[in-house]
């Protein structure tokens, strides 16, 4: 093995590690807030107010742990989509450009071919993560094992396990170039400040802007993948006449509005306020975190670097 090679795979080694611990953090983290996003875009007409009625319902109706309602599947899946996504990154940066400084516009082209790999694995992720969150502390409710059984049987692997892969991949091509874009943008700022090395903080701030960008560019597709994934029958023609379908009756029924369900919780996912360091004399610089792509972003990082300074 030559010195390349080498290097490439204790690198590509080193992002499955460091993306599986992120992925980890991510959903101890997101999953409270997201349940309620999830909640507030595929829970029948007139169930909840808003998203703070939903919150204070699953809390009271279900208890606190409802919050993590759906987390088993993420967490089990994570390890394999989050180093599937830091992989298919990092190849598609090394696709797109020989340079390891690539432009903001050759990582937004690198992130959309992430996000379209890391389809693959998210779609069944999530389809079973919304099932689980579409139940509400009924008798009738069912475990995880259940539904995907049930999944299984009745609809086998591309109707059932994989259904809504079209649509996460018409969502997850722009959330990821966004994401992406957004983090490497908010790095480079830091860096000007701070060139011999970026603080954690500034890890958590820039992964918080990755967050917001994510989430900006994947509406309203995240809604429409939703409600496509916790339908009991599968989408019927085209991924585009369905979902365009589906696009036409969240309009019918709740207007446009009802296009943005659940992008509040999930701003807010990744907008906890912390007062992070004083960056002039005269003012104070307030960071506004998101903590899930903060936790995602941070730990990340930090565990790639940990594992890159055990073969330097």
């Not at 190849?91 to 516009?105: A, D, E, K």
């Not at 983090?183 to 700022?189: G, I, L, V, W, Y």
């Not at 939703?226 to 036409?248: D, N």
Request: net charge positive.
């Amino acid at each position: 093995m030559d010195a390349f090679q080498s290097i490439w795979t204790y690198s590509t080694v080193n992002e499955l590690i460091a993306g599986s611990i992120g992925g980890a953090a991510q959903v101890l983290v997101g999953q409270p807030l997201d349940t309620v996003k999830t909640r507030a875009q595929i829970a029948p007409k007139g169930m909840f107010k808003g998203p703070m009625d939903i919150l204070v319902q699953t809390i009271r109706k279900e208890g606190f742990f409802a919050l993590w309602k759906g987390m088993a599947s993420p967490l089990i899946g994570i390890a394999g989509v989050n180093s599937l996504l830091f992989t298919s990154y990092a190849i598609s940066r090394r696709i797109v450009s020989p340079y390891p400084q690539l432009s903001l516009n050759e990582t937004a082209l690198a992130g959309s071919m992430a996000g379209a790999a890391n389809s693959v694995l998210a779609s069944p992720v999530e389809m079973f993560k919304v099932r689980m969150q579409g139940q509400y502390g009924s008798a009738s409710d069912k475990r995880l094992r259940v539904v995907a059984r049930e999944m299984w049987s009745q609809w086998g692997f591309r109707k059932g396990i994989m259904r809504g892969f079209w649509v996460t991949v018409v969502r997850e091509i722009p959330a990821y170039a966004a994401f992406y874009t957004g983090f490497e943008a908010s790095k480079r700022t830091f860096r000007k400040r701070y060139p011999s090395g970026l603080p954690v903080w500034a890890l958590l701030a820039s992964g918080s802007c990755g967050g917001i960008s994510y989430w900006l560019a994947c509406y309203p597709f995240d809604v429409v993948k939703s409600r496509v994934q916790l339908r009991p029958f599968p989408p019927t023609g085209t991924p585009v006449q369905y979902i365009g379908h589906e696009l036409k009756a969240i309009v019918q029924e709740s207007g446009a509005i009802g296009l943005f369900r659940g992008l509040s919780p999930s701003l807010l996912r990744r907008y906890i306020e912390m007062q992070l360091t004083t960056f002039s004399n005269v003012h104070t610089f307030i960071i506004h975190s998101i903590p899930a792509a903060a936790a995602t972003f941070g730990a990340f990082e930090l565990s790639r670097g940990a594992l890159c300074s055990m073969y330097s």
